[in-house]
Nanobody, 125 residues
């Protein structure tokens, strides 16, 4: 089992920045690829950004490219999502998720085994 706890969400004005953190415990963090997903009211959960176990490869949704940066610190068992240039359409609950890297990288929600409880991000216009 891997336990994931997100933090760093909140209310921010359009154009502002937030840094989300996701702290992991329970298994060897560096064995897992990590992803950030989000879900807005009435919408399906969608991929935002992902990073492989060694941080040698990252991926971003088109909506996140150029504005968001995913990173991880395996010594601290933590993955981050730095968000800048936030827009009202970024408003959602943001979730981090973990996937055993033995099965190859994937950026789809169904491929992830462990999920945090989510943190709310609200961007006002």
């Amino acid at each position: 089992q891997v336990q994931l706890v997100e933090s760093g969400g909140g209310l921010v004005q359009a154009g502002g920045s937030l840094r989300l953190s996701c702290s992991a415990s329970g298994r060897t963090f560096s064995n897992y690829d990590m992803g950030w997903f989000r879900q807005a009211p009435g919408k399906e959960r969608e991929f935002v950004a992902g990073i492989n176990r060694s941080a040698g490869r990252t991926a971003y949704a088109d909506s996140a490219k150029g504005r968001f940066t995913i990173s991880r610190d395996n010594a601290k068992n933590t993955v981050y999502l730095q968000m800048s240039g936030l827009k009202p359409e970024d408003t959602a609950v943001y979730y981090c998720a973990a996937r055993d890297s033995r099965y190859g990288s994937s950026w789809t929600a169904v491929a992830y085994d462990y999920w945090g409880q989510g943190t709310q991000v609200t961007v006002s216009s």
